[in-house]
């Protein structure tokens, strides 16, 4: 029986260049769909003869299953030739572990082998990062889109009911919503010189220091940056009290005081004040200059 209903089978060929996926679309949509006596007889020579031929043709007759599974997925910006061609590798993973003797359809159980190939390549490659890595995000990631009833960001009863839904914790609900949100940031972004364009974010490679600095110049520049400003402050002691207040209170203070200011305070002239200043500024160029 079994090798009649093989023999009445067509033998679908695919064209050696498709060059379109609409014209593979259209090409494996006429390939003939299997009756239930084709597929278990076909079936049952690929598990007892190990028939190639007939394991073909078991891929050949659910290729446009394959398609429309894909479809399904359209919207992760993901191009549909590369989800058939990963869900076309798990249609022969279903086949090669399929037995007809259960009594359930091939297409029934090769959905779920086409499904898990199609989604770990999305999940390879909708980001650069990858966003789900555990059971529950994974679940997240391909539920959390088709289950919002609207656009923009769920509400606190919409994050508890689609928890209570998928089987997770709101937090993981809230997590997996921001991460569908974000975008992928170029390491090397352009340059951002432009007035127009100093509210934009920078690139992450424009935060590192550049690759000609040397670890030991920084070193010096740092120790150079130390002994100076010991040699300032050792300075400013020197100073007496008058002049080194009318330093700070001019230079170093966050309120810095006016001339005329210090004048008063010290009921001297504001030209007296400019003077002694500049004495004091000499002294310490030439402590910094020694």
Known sequence: MSNNLISKVITPALPSAIGSVGAYVQTVSSIPI???????????????????????????????????VARGYSGYGLALGDLIQEGNIGLMKAIKRFDPEIGVRLVSFAVHWIRAEMHEFILRNWRIVKVATTKAQRKLFFNLRSSKKRLGWLNLDEVNAMAN??????????????????????????????????????????????????????????????????????????????????????????????????????????????????????????????
């Open 34 to 68: 299997l009756t239930r006596d084709q597929e278990y007889a076909l079936a049952v020579r690929y598990i007892e003869h190990e028939d190639l031929g007939a394991a073909r043709q078991l891929v050949l007759a659910h290729l446009r299953f394959v398609v429309h």
């Open 165 to 290: 839904d998928l089987g997770v914790k709101p937090e993981e609900v809230m997590e997996m919503e921001k991460r569908l949100s974000a975008q992928d940031a170029s390491f090397d972004g352009p340059s951002i010189n432009d007035k127009e364009d100093s509210g934009k974010k920078l690139a992450p490679a424009q935060y590192l220091e550049g690759s000609n600095v040397d670890p030991a110049s920084h070193a010096e520049s740092e120790d150079w940056h130390g002994w100076n400003n010991d040699r300032l402050y050792t300075a400013l002691n020197d100073l007496d009290e008058r002049s080194r207040d009318i330093l700070e209170r001019r230079f170093l203070a966050e309120d810095k005081a006016t001339l005329h200011k210090l004048a008063d305070k010290y009921a001297i002239s504001a030209e007296r004040v400019r003077q002694l200043e500049a004495n004091a500024l000499k002294k310490l160029r030439g402590v910094l200059k020694a």
